[in-house]
């Protein structure tokens, strides 16, 4: 399934996906590759799904919560 043909529900378990990732570099960084790359990619990947306009009545909390803990990582 591509990004193009996945339902609001798929794309919302996706930017979940980058949520948890976020909280865990957040929380220890120290097993992850490059780990300000990667919180900077997700953050950025949460900023651009939260514009969407499908969304109905998806939780946008933690992604919101998720970004706001990725921008304060990293500076």
Known sequence: MSQYDA???QQYLWCLQSVDLIN??????SG??????CVERNVQHLQLMVGKDFWTTEDMAPLNAAIAA???YGS
């Not at 865990?24 to 960084?29: G, K, M």
């Not at 992850?32 to 790359?37: C, G, L, R």
């Open 24 to 29: 865990a570099i957040v929380a220890d960084d």
């Open 7 to 9: 339902s609001p529900a």
């Open 70 to 72: 990725g921008l304060s």
């Open 32 to 37: 992850y590759y490059e780990p300000a790359n």
